[in-house]
């Protein structure tokens, strides 16, 4: 079949999206509770006060922004490729239960998951206050 997009499934991701887009821009999709959990985000306590101040202030932000959309592909690669790492080490050590290699990974990341909900309230704060200190930025540099 011909089609000006070809029939590869990016390709049509990538239409979805920029429909996704037009339809945002037009006000035809309501972006208001994407709008509110960001606001949210960025109204937790310890960073409303931050980026404060003169041109100083909103130039942080900015640049706050754009690093994180700069880098934000590469530290998901990297997690990636680290969850990837442990699943495939875990379930080399679990050989000797002697089942196939995809039940003993989906064993290896139950027992990751396990680990990281048993774990979150060490790391959960962190990525909150990591991801209010984005929104804020990402407001200010809108403005």
Known sequence: ML?????????????????????????????????????????????EELFRGSWAGTATAKAVAFVTFFLAPLVLLVAIFVVQFALAIG????????????????????ILVGAAWLFNDHWLPQLQFGAGVVARSLLLAMR
């Open 3 to 47: 089609s000006p997009f070809g029939t590869s499934r990016t390709s049509w991701i990538f239409v979805a999206a920029w429909v996704l887009v037009v339809l945002l821009y037009f006000g035809v999709l309501d972006w208001s509770p994407v709008r509110g959990f960001v606001d949210g985000l960025a109204g937790q306590p310890g960073v």
């Open 91 to 110: 379930a080399g050590l679990l050989g000797w239960l002697r089942l196939p290699e995809g039940v003993r990974r989906v064993i290896v990341l139950a």
